[in-house]
């Protein structure tokens, strides 16, 4: 929980203008009739989400219109306790915050642990032996799950790609065909 300490002293992480700018290369040109990934899906999920916190009155209302499965809820959750909210649905809870992306990550998002590796690098925790290892995890977790942008931090750790990582070394030498002939 050291993270979640260190993420107090700081801004956070999860701000409406940070998640936005996280999400925009993904969502691309709606028109588009080509189908949707489920990076892209997602993506548009959190887009909605963050336009109905500009509008609705309670916290508890965003995430009752988006509990229609536990990834809808928990990433709610996250987004409000990250303080992409704004003040006006509570002040931002950092321990609250990770323990919802953890259970977004566990009920299938692929966002969920791209963003817990990346909070931990800010949280201070990630440039430590110990932190690299998480960071490298959530990071593996994401990439496991589908999303492109994991491949490239976890080729960013300082202590490189472990044997393990024969996946992420497939799809820097392949690139995007690499996820195409795995099925994502």
């Given at each position: 929980?050291?993270?979640?300490?260190?993420?107090?002293?700081?801004?956070?992480?999860?701000?409406d203008?940070?998640?936005?700018a996280?999400?925009?290369?993904?969502?691309?040109?709606?028109?588009?009739?080509?189908?949707?990934?489920?990076?892209?899906e997602?993506?548009?999920?959190?887009?909605?989400?963050?336009?109905?916190?500009?509008?609705l009155?309670s916290?508890?209302?965003?995430?009752?219109?988006?509990?229609?499965?536990?990834?809808e809820?928990?990433?709610?959750?996250?987004?409000?306790?990250?303080?992409?909210?704004?003040?006006?649905?509570?002040?931002?809870?950092?321990?609250?915050?990770?323990?919802?992306?953890?259970?977004?990550?566990?009920?299938?998002?692929?966002?969920?642990?791209?963003?817990?590796?990346?909070?931990?690098h800010?949280?201070?925790?990630?440039?430590?032996?110990?932190?690299?290892?998480?960071?490298?995890?959530?990071?593996s977790?994401?990439?496991?799950?589908?999303?492109?942008?994991?491949?490239?931090?976890?080729?960013?750790?300082?202590?490189?790609?472990?044997?393990?990582?024969?996946?992420?070394?497939q799809?820097?030498?392949?690139?995007?065909?690499?996820?195409?002939?795995?099925?994502?």
């Amino acid at each position: 929980m050291a993270a979640a300490t260190s993420l107090t002293a700081a801004a956070m992480p999860l701000t409406d203008s940070a998640v936005r700018a996280s999400i925009l290369p993904w969502l691309g040109d709606l028109s588009e009739k080509e189908p949707l990934g489920f990076v892209r899906e997602e993506a548009l999920l959190i887009r909605d989400m963050l336009g109905f916190m500009r509008v609705l009155v309670s916290a508890e209302e965003v995430i009752r219109t988006f509990s229609q499965s536990p990834l809808e809820a928990h990433l709610a959750e996250a987004l409000i306790a990250g303080g992409a909210a704004g003040e006006r649905h509570g002040s931002a809870d950092p321990v609250r915050m990770l323990e919802a992306l953890r259970s977004a990550a566990d009920a299938g998002s692929v966002w969920a642990p791209l963003w817990l590796g990346d909070l931990e690098h800010i949280g201070g925790g990630g440039d430590a032996p110990s932190g690299q290892d998480r960071r490298r995890g959530w990071y593996s977790e994401a990439f496991r799950k589908g999303h492109p942008d994991a491949a490239e931090r976890l080729a960013e750790l300082p202590a490189g790609l472990h044997e393990g990582h024969a996946d992420v070394r497939q799809f820097f030498a392949h690139g995007s065909r690499y996820f195409a002939a795995v099925g994502v």
